[in-house]
Each structure stands twice: as structure tokens, then as C-alpha cells.
């Protein structure tokens, strides 16, 4: 019973980890693509431009974020675990 509030508590600071830095990786890509963006349109082209970007560097930074932040520190432990049980 121990482990699994263990591991429901570092789930629970995993999760708030992944959020923290997505919600950070955002908009610092939104502010590089604001910064970033030269042409003289019209602001609504210049936040299509910005949403898109945006929207397709969310769908990468999922999945690269999720195993950073959830699969190697899980790995990680169960290495150990697996290690000092010899």
C-alpha cells in the first residue's frame, strides 16, 4: 500500500512537472515565432502564422515531453530497483 501512494505522489509531481514546462515551452515558441516574424501583413496573418506554428510545435513537444518527464525517470527507478535487489 505504501508503493502505491509512492507512486500515485510521484505521478502527481510528474504531471505537475509536464505542465509547468509545457505551458513554459509555449509561449516561449510563441514568443520566437512573434519575434521572429518579419513580413508587414496584417495582424491577423501574423497570428495565423503565430497559431500554427504554435500548434504544430505542441504536437511534438508532447510526445518528446511525455518521456522525458514520465518514461525516463520511471525507467530510471526501475533500473535501480532491479539493481539493488540482486
Known amino acids: 500500500m505504501a508503493f502505491m501512494r509512492l507512486l500515485a505522489l ?3 509531481a510528474q ?4 505542465l509547468g514546462l509545457f505551458f513554459y515551452l509555449r509561449a516561449a515558441q ?3 515565432l ?3 516574424y518579419t513580413s508587414s501583413a496584417t495582424e491577423k496573418q501574423r497570428s495565423a502564422f ?8 505542441t504536437a511534438r513537444m508532447r510526445k ?3 518521456v522525458v518527464v ?3 525517470p520511471l525507467v530510471i527507478f526501475a533500473l535501480l530497483i532491479l539493481t539493488s535487489n540482486r
Open 30 to 32: 510563441r514568443e520566437k
Open 10 to 12: 510521484v505521478l502527481v
Open 70 to 72: 514520465y518514461g525516463v
Open 34 to 36: 512573434e519575434r521572429d
Open 15 to 18: 504531471t505537475i512537472v509536464y
Open 50 to 57: 503565430v497559431q500554427a506554428g504554435v500548434d504544430a510545435y
Open 64 to 66: 518528446v515531453l511525455a
